[in-house]
């Protein structure tokens, strides 16, 4: 695992590919070198997991004609190795990354469609025309920021340091005028966009090829064909030997593994796994000074105890939010109104003090095992689902966030037409012609998993130099989990049905008979009045602020906030908590915008009962 940068065609110096690589040392503090030559260069900071003592970057064909620098891991690199030794190749080491320039010299731009892992890969093909490509693995587990301007290409796997390298320490960076709607419509902006103008992610599965005659052409790999479900074997058991199988690849690495137990389903059977396929698993898990709504580590300590792991009970002073944030905006390089940042960044710092560098999660299991409420209600709607479901993933319901813009933001928005509405739109065209579960299943995998969660979780947990590896996001699990029968996913209102019976004797009937609950801070609580959160979203929401920002209406905000200190709501809170992440990342990162000139036109819709309390507060 490491983090990488680089550029091609451009004129960044040596000094400038280190002083970016710095920014994202944290991530890589084992080895940081670059390597550059006309036109381009590379820069990698690494976290030593395979051969510690090798893996030196930018990897090398030989004589310099191909050169890779690479963030992730591939599982596959002992059987590519050997295919590529009988082609000829030789190795210096036994690195998993090693293998990526010789892959390329026989496989070309189809190369990455040859790995199974996680990865963002930047290589150099100097062998005729100058040629840069980029590529990233089919989940989105490791992201690559990138600017293109037509001519030039920058490129970083954290966004501060692309900031550096693009030399905004001059000039302040932009806002990409449409990114408040669309973080507040679905808490981070989905698709290739950033909150910063000119700044894109490479989408999931994609290879970019860029060289001066051909320009930039991004290439979406074909997907691998979905795994079949075995005839004459119970979906549980399917699921579960895939789980194990791929637990078992993943706790492979020549450093100390450990397991994340938040307490529900998901972690709790891969924390299970982990301790039956190896000795003296540590897990660890994160609660909250104090006496809390939704603790769950007593659930976690019961899954410990009957796995037999070594456990590690995490505890946070809410006394410490104010202190904790600004960095997690930083690391993050753009909000994200999921309250579960906060609890994320200082669970993997325990996991570092601890000596660990690699930990495995239930990330995404809730996505390819149709786990959420908001697709359960969707499923079983008899009418119209859409609106609905939209309202669901937003942190503030499309009216009630227009009532809180500015007068010249609100016409901005309305001119272009709300992010809620694009999602909508691509919802009902998919519908029109396909199950509505595989419609949801798909959207929840293929948009929202790689922007609002597995981006957080690979910033947050690098922040503090933790490789997390996912077992949901394997292909043999992913795939398995969407070829199931509807019924195997969701019955009866109740998601992850094969999940479940996989986990039969293995978790506590606790664990198992729970209702499902978001691992995540309490923030109705937290931000009740007199709370030091409470007095610091007072501080970062204040009229004056708002009215430097421009995009915001101060006297709606302060109306929010009056409201969730007189009459504590979920919505209320999470409404404060977004509006806060972004004041904290617009602050953090000093971001100027083009103000729009539009006239204000009215807005219209149905109104749900969120929508209708935060109305009544932004009116």
Known sequence: MCRIHGHFDADASPHELRAAGALQ???????????????????SQRLAITDPDGGRQPYDLGGGRIRAVFNGEIYNHADLRTRLEGRGHHFPDQCDGAVLP?????????????????????????????TMVLATDDAGMKPIYYHWDGRQLR??????????????????????EPALDSYLATKTPFGEETFFEGVRVLPPGTTALCSRS??????????????????????????????TSEVGRLLSADAEVCAITSGGLDSSLVTALMARQKADVHSFNIAYTGTWPHDERHFALEVAQRAGTVHHQVELDIADFPELLPPVAWHLGQPNADPITLSTYALFEAVHRAGFKV??????????????????AAVAAPGPWIPAYVDALAAIPKEARERLYS??????????????????????????????????????????????HLRRVDHLSMAHAVEVRLPFCQRSVSGLARALPAEQRLRDGRGKVALYEAARGLLPRSVLERPKQPFTLPITAMLAAGTPLAAYAQEMLSPARLRAGGLLDPDAVYRLLSAQRARPADCLALAVWSLLMFELWREEFAVTRTRARTEVTGTTGATGTRDRVLLEVAS
Request: charged residues 30%.
């Open 155 to 176: 490129f970083a796997s954290e966004l501060p340091a692309l900031l550096a390298l693009l030399g905004l320490g001059k000039d302040k960076p932009r806002l990409w």
């Open 102 to 130: 010789a892959l390329y010299e026989v496989y070309g731009a189809a190369f990455a469609e040859q790995l199974d892992g996680m990865f963002a890969i930047a290589l150099v093909d100097l062998r005729a025309e100058p």
């Open 407 to 452: 007068r010249e933001y609100r016409a901005f928005v309305a001119a272009r037409g709300s992010a809620s509405d694009a999602i909508a739109e691509r919802l009902r065209a998919d519908a029109a012609h396909r199950p509505r579960l595989d419609v949801l299943s798909d959207f929840e995998t293929e948009v929202r998993l790689p922007a609002y």
């Open 25 to 43: 040392r944290h991530g890589g503090p084992d080895d940081s070198r670059v390597a550059s030559g006309p036109r381009w260069g590379l820069g």
């Open 359 to 376: 930990a495995l999660t239930g990330d995404a299991a809730d996505e390819v095992f149709a786990g959420y409420g908001r697709v359960h």
């Open 214 to 243: 051909g320009g930039l052409r991004l290439h979406r790999r074909e997907p691998e064909p979905r795994a079949a479900a075995a005839d004459g074997q119970e979906p549980g058991e399917q699921v579960r030997e895939a789980l």
